[in-house]
């Protein structure tokens, strides 16, 4: 797996404190959950993703990824609340959008368009008594209202071969088709009005290991050759190791660690971090050697490929 954006970890910073390249930028954001005892689940979290990027998001299980993830696509429903902070997005146009300032229109308007997410159940969101063409071209009616109909019929195929499902598929139903199919028909459907940003959370974690491997190196070749960003959640440290260009590392609601792949692999600095990775015996000890096959971030080891890393996949 050849990343081919080079994300440089010293980063070019703004007066304003943030990486210029940065496509969507958090600061001090906070979210909590309005019930009796209200749970801040993200506190004063701050950071920059950078375009083209794979940003990892670790933590155990509650520390606050998913509504992390959501709030940023202004997803969250009540009794969540972004209390405060702001969400600044940078269009390719030039111009910065302020998420939380949107209202709901525009919001759809942005959403798919701009911003798309994909997370573990995305599958069974399809319609299942809709094909496949219809639920793919729904999108681009409601987002490009002038396009021509065969132009929908190409763009729709032309996303489904993109996720190797291919468009001889665009009369199936989704019943049809396999989870994995089904979920990189999901993929294509986030991928479809090439979006800035791509959201995903725990993606492939209903599919098999194999299927996985094969949807995730899916979606470092299509990051390379549309040069969108991810934010990408999972439990699973090693698979992020892999795949991402950086980590965060959350905990309590909190990041307590953002740096490079391969950083938080050889110098990890926060305790939590540390006992993070001692979880994963495969990331220790003698099988320790870094088993990513070419991550980007540009620290002196890009695109090393291992036998071991071969073997991963
Ligand atoms: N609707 C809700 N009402 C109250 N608290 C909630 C609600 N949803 C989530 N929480 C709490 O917010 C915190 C963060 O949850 P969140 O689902 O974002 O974590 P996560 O890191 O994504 O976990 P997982 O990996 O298990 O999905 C947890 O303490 C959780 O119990």
Redesign the pocket.
């Known amino acids: 797996m050849t990343i081919a954006t080079s994300i440089d970890d010293t980063a070019v910073t703004r007066a304003s404190g943030g990486d210029e390249r940065a496509v969507i930028r958090v600061r001090d954001l906070s979210v909590t959950?309005e019930?009796e005892h209200p749970?801040r689940?993200?506190r004063d979290v701050s950071f920059d993703l950078i375009q083209g990027e794979i940003l990892g998001l670790a933590?155990?299980?509650?520390?606050?990824?998913?509504?992390?993830?959501?709030a940023i696509n202004r997803l969250h429903k009540p009794?969540?609340v972004i209390s405060s902070g702001s969400i600044t997005f940078h269009d390719r146009s030039g111009t910065d959008i302020d998420l939380l300032g949107l209202d709901e229109r525009s919001l759809e308007q942005f959403r798919w368009d701009k911003l798309s997410m994909v997370f573990q159940g995305a599958m069974n969101a399809l319609n299942p008594v809709i094909s496949i063409r219809a639920q793919l071209e729904d999108v681009l009616i409601a987002h490009r209202p002038r396009m021509r109909r065969a132009e929908r019929r190409r763009l729709a195929g032309d996303v489904l071969d993109r996720v190797g499902v291919g468009r001889d598929r665009l009369a199936s139903f989704p019943h049809e088709l396999s989870g994995g199919m089904r979920q990189r028909v999901m993929i294509a459907m986030a991928l479809l009005l090439e979006p800035q940003v791509m959201i995903m959370?725990?993606p492939t974690t209903a599919l098999d290991v194999v299927v996985q491997r094969e949807i995730l190196r899916e979606i470092v070749r299509l990051r390379d050759e549309l040069d969108f960003a991810v934010i990408f959640?999972t439990?699973d440290l090693p698979l992020l190791l892999e795949i991402s260009d950086r980590i965060a590392v959350?905990l309590d609601?909190e990041i307590v660690e953002l740096d490079t792949a391969r950083r938080i692999h050889d110098e990890p600095r926060h305790p939590y971090t540390r006992k993070l990775l001692g979880s994963f015996p495969s990331l220790t000890g003698d099988r320790g050697s870094f088993i990513r096959t070419g991550a980007a971030i540009d620290d002196g080891a890009s695109a090393a490929s291992t036998d071991e890393g071969q073997d991963a996949r």
């Open positions: 959950y019930v749970v689940a993200v933590g155990e299980s509650g520390c606050g990824k998913t509504t992390l993830a959501y009794p969540a959370d725990e959640i439990h959350m609601g």
